[in-house]
Every structure is written in structure tokens, then in C-alpha cells.
Antibody
Framework: QVELVESGGGVVQPGRSLRLSCAAS????????IHWVRQAPGKGLEWVAV????????YYADSVKGRFTISRDISKNTLYLQMNSLRAEDTAVYYC????????????????WGQGTLVTVSS | QSALTQPPSASGSPGQSVTISCTGT?????????VSWYQQHPGKAPKLLIY???KRPSGVPDRFSGSKSGNTASLTVSGLQAEDEADYYC??????????FGGGTKLTVL
């Protein structure tokens, strides 16, 4: 069965960096785009970024553009989110979510979700 | 990338139907048929209920249905059950390879 497991969250000071990982299993990792979606405590969902199945296309929300970088390592079946210049407003649970459709550049349906990893930005 | 507008709360009694709206603009909801709906129980990851306005993934009961008119999409939950009590989020493609979510609606089963 499809499984996504996020890791790398924790407490970090404003301005510092953190890298999240998302280990995938149960499907052909190289065939699906994968999203990062975050949820601030007690708040709604916010789409963060997505990477295409082959890694050739990467898209970001305006709120993280220039600070966050999404990448994937097909040899490790792992997705990453490098987060730099972190701000208090980046505090959230970060979910990775596999897209519904395979081998497509239309990446609009986060389908299988992990359980999330909490990032807290605080001094 | 403004969030889509959802009512903060909705409610209904068991067996009744309830409809949750999701209002956007012609750049997102009104301009594409890439509207999805998610259910989220407390402390859990979201679950996809509806995609492409009205399609259901395998395993989602047909009590959940979606529709769209103009810039507003809707999720209808028929035959309300206690386990339907959760937060519901809509999402839509917003152009320029961006996705936008609604603010969420807390559904209470009375």
C-alpha cells in the first residue's frame, strides 16, 4: 500500500534552515508528482510546493518562493523540502502528498498523504 | 493566491443533507474544473473525497457529491452520519501552476 513518511521537523530559530524528508513506498516513485502542503496550528491547509514525476518542473507558493526548494532522489524514493530563512509564520505541520495521476505535468490533486512533521520556528 | 472562501461552520442532523460552498474567482474555481474536496478529522491527515469537481476516488461513499456553478463549488453530504463530523476543505487550481485551498468548514453532526 502507498505510504509516505515525513521526517526532519523540529524547533528552529528564525532565519535558520531546516530540511524535511518524505520517504515513499508502495508505488512507483518516479511516476508521480508530489506536493508539500502545510497546516499552521489550528488553521487551514496551505499548498507549499510541488515537483513533477521526473523532477523537471517545480512550482512554489508565493509565500515560500525564493526561500524553499523542493527536490527528489529517485534512487532513495525520497522527497525533500529545503527551507531557508525561516520565519515564525512558517510554523506548521508539513505534509507530503502524492498526486492522484501518474506521468502528468497537471499536478492539482494531492491524494495520498503522510502523517506530517511539525516545524516550529521560534527563538 | 488568496484562499478560497468557505463558511466556517455547517451542521445537520443524522440522515439529513448538508451542502458546503467554496467561492473563488474566474482565475481559480470558475476557470478550471480542477476542484477537489478533502475531509480531515482532528489530528489526522486530509482524505480526498472529490476531484475534478464531481469525481469520487474509489472507496469514497456516494453520499459525498460535488458540483460547480460559476465561481462557486459545492460539496453535498447526504445521509449524514456521526463519522462525517470533521473539517472539510476545498482546493482549486489557481493558474500559474499554483494550487489554492479554502479556509475550511467545520461540519457538526447534531
Amino acid at each position: 500500500q502507498v505510504e509516505l513518511v515525513e521526517s526532519g521537523g523540529g524547533v528552529v530559530q528564525p532565519g535558520r534552515s531546516l530540511r524535511l524528508s518524505c520517504a515513499a513506498s508502495g508505488f512507483t516513485f518516479s511516476s508521480y508528482g508530489i506536493h508539500w502542503v502545510r497546516q499552521a496550528p489550528g488553521k487551514g491547509l496551505e499548498w507549499v510546493a510541488v515537483i513533477s514525476y521526473d523532477g523537471s518542473n517545480k512550482y512554489y507558493a508565493d509565500s515560500v518562493k525564493g526561500r524553499f526548494t523542493i527536490s527528489r532522489d529517485i534512487s532513495k524514493n525520497t522527497l525533500y523540502l529545503q527551507m531557508n530563512s525561516l520565519r515564525a509564520e512558517d510554523t506548521a505541520v508539513y505534509y507530503c502528498a502524492r498526486d492522484l495521476f501518474s506521468i502528468t505535468m497537471i499536478l492539482v490533486v494531492p491524494f495520498h498523504w503522510g502523517q506530517g512533521t511539525l516545524v516550529t520556528v521560534s527563538s | 493566491q488568496s484562499a478560497l472562501t468557505q463558511p466556517p461552520s455547517a451542521s445537520g442532523s443524522p440522515g439529513q443533507s448538508v451542502t458546503i460552498s467554496c467561492t473563488g474567482t474566474s482565475s481559480d474555481v470558475g476557470g478550471h474544473n480542477y476542484v477537489s474536496w478533502y475531509q480531515q478529522h482532528p489530528g489526522k491527515a486530509p482524505k480526498l473525497l472529490i476531484y475534478e469537481v464531481s469525481k469520487r476516488p474509489s472507496g469514497v461513499p456516494d453520499r459525498f457529491s460535488g458540483s460547480k456553478s460559476g465561481n462557486t463549488a459545492s460539496l453535498t453530504v447526504s445521509g449524514l452520519q456521526a463519522e462525517d463530523e470533521a473539517d472539510y476543505y476545498c482546493s482549486s487550481y489557481a493558474g500559474s501552476n499554483n494550487l489554492v485551498f479554502g479556509g475550511g468548514t467545520k461540519l457538526t453532526v447534531l
